[in-house]
């Protein structure tokens, strides 16, 4: 009998993957013991030769639905096997090296559960196994054992112990696993703290509450990463006053529905989309509306029954963000729904959503009706997840709940980089935990701006750090003075003794691309064509259309949009009018508003308070320089009357003015002209300025809207290929193409560019799994850190 020590890495704990071992112990005759460490999972396993080559060859090829192996490493056991079966044993503490599994949404076999009445989970909103429920969500610290989670204060009842204890069981080591008998329970609730019992007609409190969601009320509801705010989403007038106590008037409305027959009443949905939205991540994906929300079987129906109020979608124009029910409750509350409920945070616009009973109870006072609340804690903050399917990939825009903490693997190269701290950026935030050649990226924290925010953002930090063990050697921060996120890392450098990192913006996102598609730290330079709002530059003007020759270890600009001054700063952001007025004024504004004084465009520019913006450009007066095409498209799409006097939300004229632009037209239309020369340094040179004559004389002749903003994405794809190619000509030794910045979360530019960029001929790479947005930041600053030890 031969013997052998085999240690697994990765995401394998929480997840079932040593009752899986013990069940492939026994297939294969095995005896041994396997258990929980820092490192991740430790096996010790003796048998014959043969059988020990298949065990080691099923622990690779049959592993659980929510596991990750990283890596097997096999050494020789001098020892002889203390038993004579195959043993699951305690886990041991340490230096932690493993992972914390995301939460995952519920598994097909407990929605059956829930809804069998002759199971003992029959509606029992917190059914899990260990192939679903809550993780991060409930965790304190590893290794990931009931008496680390929130589910510490609920001790098994027998059942459930027997359950827990029995390698057979699916829910053998499950850290939720709970029953009526012994675990959490829900209420519902009146604002006042008043219990509300369910009438003879109704089986528990959820139906309570699945009645009074018919009769237009709104509900708080406490799901597993934190607090919604649901309504009936056909109910127009209820859905007008959630806007209006949640202050959300403008920004799309998350829907959530039963199944997929119930989404495809209001949608397309391709079978990628129905992958993504069944799949154990479970998030909002953005799906594009079935005029005029009717159903794609084309029988005669009312259509009243199935329109959906257009406040829903806000700017998102053609579509809405549907998920399926990714927990119990969920789906025993859409049980008998046909129709769609919003499922949108319990917050005040911008703000975190509530997560705690008591907060709840205080911040929901005059949004919420009713509460439905439960008793096991919350312990950490997570988002719902956004994606959609693009190019035939999902493209995660929000990276939260199903997604986070799982891992990200960088490469090879970098598995000796020592441990190091990323903070992200300032705007949808997220930071990076950078060891054993991996980065850990918290779930989305939002805009650090707002104080609450920003009070998650210490709270998480200090939280990864410690269920992590992490004791980083350098804090990688941007260059940005300004950014909150760098303030504090500064600070934290400064009090621990700590090397400092500080990372170009937008090199950073060339890097996060290049480490989510795996490119080598020696692979080469690459094209980095990074589009996004604003980002600290290294010349004086703030960049955010740039062209930059890069790799991990630097990088060079090469090209760029020609600036444009932000008159009022931040309140060019707010008002995008300004940036309209900006670009005409550059053309010679008095010749401008002559020629085209009867356009409705140029008197309402002219009811503006021009003389004072002209005196702060003359003086240099809060009017920075910009080549940000984000502010390019806020500038356009006030010409074109979206969101001109004011935005409520971050990209909200970007955002409509793709969504005022029929797809169809993108391959027929002429695109706008744009200028292409090399400037004063010798840098390829963007110039808007040629458009904007063409654009006013269409609109003055009576193009519709729709028209114009498709020549503008044509135009503006046309000229990005152009400026690849000629950079292509210079720098023969370019090995890829990079598109990252949040520019490209419009779908219209990023799948036409993406097709017209095979004319240049290199591999383009684009993100996936990262967000293409500052949700990204923190993974690139941590590659480009580690890059420097390495």
Not at 371 to 387: T, Y
Request: glycine share 8%.
């Amino acid at each position: 009998m031969s013997a052998c020590r085999i240690r697994i890495t990765g995401l394998v704990q929480g997840v079932g993957f040593r009752p899986n071992v013990w069940r492939l112990a026994q297939v294969c005759g095995i005896v041994g013991t396997v258990r929980n460490d820092s490192a991740g999972v430790l096996i010790e396993a003796w048998g014959e030769n043969s059988a020990l080559a298949d065990f080691q060859q099923q622990l690779h090829s049959d592993i659980p639905p929510l596991a990750r192996i990283d890596s097997i490493q096999t050494t020789s056991l001098e020892a002889s096997c203390p038993h004579d079966d195959f043993r699951i044993v305690a886990s041991v503490g340490g230096e932690i090296h493993t992972g914390i599994v995301p939460d995952a949404a519920m598994c097909p076999a407990c929605r059956a559960d829930i809804f069998d009445p002759q199971n003992r989970r029959y509606r029992y909103p917190f059914t899990n196994c260990t192939h679903c429920g809550p993780r991060l969500s409930i965790v304190r610290g590893i290794p990931y054992d009931r008496a680390n989670t929130s589910m510490a204060a609920f001790a098994f009842c027998p059942d459930c112990q027997q359950e827990y204890t029995n390698p057979a069981d699916r829910r053998f080591h499950a850290q939720p696993n709970a029953c009526p008998v012994c675990g959490p329970h829900v209420w519902l609730e009146d604002m006042r703290g008043q219990g509300i019992e369910p009438a003879a007609t109704e089986r528990d409190c959820i139906d309570t509450a699945s009645h009074l969601l018919r009769e237009g009320k709104i509900l708080a509801l406490m799901g597993l990463g934190g607090v919604h705010l649901v309504c009936d989403a056909t109910n127009e007038a209820t859905v007008a006053e959630l806007r209006r106590r949640k202050r959300r008037h403008q920004k799309p409305l998350a829907l959530m529905a039963r199944d997929v027959d119930v989404i495809c009443q209001y949608c397309h949905v391709r079978d990628a989309e129905v992958t993504l939205l069944q799949s154990k991540y479970s998030p909002i994906v953005l799906l594009e509306e079935t005029p005029p929300n009717l159903p794609l079987s084309g029988e005669e129906q009312d259509s009243s029954t199935f329109l959906l109020p257009p406040l829903i979608r806000g700017g998102l124009g053609r579509g809405f963000g549907f998920m399926l029910p990714y927990t119990p409750l969920h789906a025993l509350l859409l049980e008998t729904w046909d129709t769609p409920l919003i499922m949108t945070s319990a917050n005040l616009s911008e703000e975190p959503q509530c997560i705690t009973v008591e907060e709840t109870r205080q911040r929901m006072q005059g949004i919420a009706d009713y509460l439905l609340l439960h008793n096991r804690p919350i312990i950490n903050r997570v988002d719902d997840s956004v994606a959609r399917v693009l190019v035939g990939k999902p493209r995660v825009l929000r990276r939260a709940r199903s997604y986070a903490p799982e891992p990200l693997q960088l490469p090879p190269e970098f598995a000796n980089a020592p441990p190091l701290l990323a903070m992200g950026g300032e705007l949808k935030n997220t930071f990076g935990l950078l060891r054993d050649g991996q980065v850990v990226l918290s779930q989305h924290l939002g805009d650090l701006e707002d104080a609450r925010t920003w009070k998650e953002y210490e709270h998480t930090l200090r939280l990864y750090q410690q269920l992590f063990e992490h004791q980083p050697t350098a804090i990688v921060v941007d260059k940005h003075p300004g950014y909150r996120s760098t303030q504090l890392g500064q600070q934290w450098a400064r009090e621990q003794g700590l090397s400092l990192i500080e990372v170009q913006h937008h090199h950073a996102h060339v890097a996060a691309c290049l480490a989510e598609n795996g490119w080598p730290l020696d692979g080469g330079k690459v094209l980095g064509i990074v589009l996004d709002g604003l980002g600290y530059g290294e010349d004086g003007p703030i960049w955010g259309g740039e062209f930059l020759l890069a790799d991990y270890r630097g990088y060079e600009r090469v090209g760029h949009f020609k600036p444009t001054p932000m008159p009022g700063g931040t309140q060019a952001i707010l008002q995008p009018w300004r940036n309209t007025w900006a670009h005409l004024h550059a053309l010679g504004w008095a010749d401008v508003a002559t020629q085209f004084a009867e356009l409705e465009l140029i008197q309402f520019l002219q009811q503006q308070p021009l003389a004072t913006l002209e005196t702060m450009l003359a003086r240099g007066l809060n009017s920075p320089l910009t080549s940000s095409c984000g502010r390019l498209f806020d500038a356009v799409a006030a010409a074109l009357g979206c969101s001109r006097t004011k935005i409520s939300y971050e990209g909200q004229a970007a955002i409509e003015l793709e969504a005022l632009t029929p797809p169809v037209l993108l391959a027929y239309v002429a695109g706008y002209p744009f200028g292409l020369e090399r400037n004063a340094q010798g840098l390829w040179e963007i110039d808007p300025a040629p458009l904007w004559y063409t654009l006013l004389h269409d609109l003055q002749t009576g193009y519709d809207r729709g028209s114009v903003a498709a020549q503008f994405h044509r135009g503006l794809m046309d000229v990005l290929v152009e400026t690849a190619q000629r950079l292509r000509n210079d720098y023969p030794d370019i090995q890829a193409i990079a598109l990252s910045g949040g520019v490209f979360q419009n779908a219209l530019l990023f799948t036409g560019l993406l097709e017209k960029l095979q004319a240049v001929g290199l591999p383009i790479l684009t993100h996936s799994n990262v967000p293409t947005n500052d949700g990204g930041l923190a993974l690139g600053q941590a590659a480009i850190g580690a890059a420097r030890y390495l």
